[in-house]
């Protein structure tokens, strides 16, 4: 079996195409065939060694997260998945591995694939859908009716959340790059700003402010909403982590493998309320210059890289 890895934290060029033998699954895994992956801004940053407290200093390592495939084998105690079901699903932080031909992966953080997405539109879901759904509804507590502004609307995590916003009721804002304002309008975002937006010409207008690029201060965004509204930062850092334990409307979140709300993500693509772009596929021969790229340039840009074994 192929799969990128590394033997050793550190920039793009420790990045090799090898070859390796997939583990058998363990109690509560399930080893998955791949047939697309997606690529994360965490993929970089862990393979940079930014959670060495999580991912250990075990090597060979793989690379990525997100996947959808064919359940190849089930370990003990698996009882949603069986053999051939068609899923998507994540690999764990700390294994992670999924550009691959094969990944193993808690059963956990692995749903049924809905059958009208195709192997590539489901593998790019995973960890923006989960982080949008879960940043909107359950740290955001978005309720219909109410109005949201999503910092960074057409990147993956700000693009699935202004559709789950908008599907639940919401209306939406947002901002993003300048060149970029149609395709935001053409989700269904109004008001639409640049990334050098002044947050005071938008005061008190918002219950929800969802940052997901890192750009607008707390401070800032705090003057966006209304009275009882919520800031949600998807940048848990030491201090982001300390602010949001405060009493007060700033929350950060860390994404957690929960199988009911990647399921909800799930559903919503297959119904078509969530739908994340797919700008790029490659081969896996052909990803490790691809992966470089867009850790580098951040291209390619309007949607996800997916690789295809
Ligand atoms: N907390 C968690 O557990 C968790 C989970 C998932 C992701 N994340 C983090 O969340 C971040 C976003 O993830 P993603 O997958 O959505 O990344 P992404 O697809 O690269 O999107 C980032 C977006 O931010 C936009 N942007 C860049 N500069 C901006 C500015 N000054 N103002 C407003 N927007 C700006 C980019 O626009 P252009 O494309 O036009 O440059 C892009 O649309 C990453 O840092 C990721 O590591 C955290």
Known sequence: MKRIQYHQYG???????EEFEPARPGSGEVLVRVRAAAA??????????AMKMVTGRKFPRG???????VVEAVGEGVTRLAVGDEVLGGASIKASGAFAEMVLAAEKGVVKKPAGLSFEEAAALPTVGLTAFQAVLKKGKLRPGQSV????CLGGVGRAGAQIALAHGASVGGSCRDT????ARDLGLDPIVGFGFDPATLSGRFD????????LPADAAKKMLKPGGRIVSIHPTPASIA???LPGPYNVLITRPVTDDLEEVARAA????????IARTVSLTEAIPALTELERAGTPKGGKLVITP
Do not use: C
């Open 11 to 17: 920039g793009p060029e420790v990045l090799h195409l």
């Open 40 to 49: 994360n801004p965490m993929d970089w940053g862990i393979r940079g060694g």
């Open 63 to 69: 690379l990525g997260y997100d996947f959808a495939g």
């Open 149 to 152: 502004f999503v910092n960074g």
């Open 180 to 183: 970029a304002t149609q395709d």
């Open 208 to 215: 929800l402010v969802l940052d997901t690029a890192d750009t």
């Open 243 to 245: 602010k949001s334990a």
């Open 270 to 277: 297959g119904r078509g309320t969530l739908r994340v772009p």
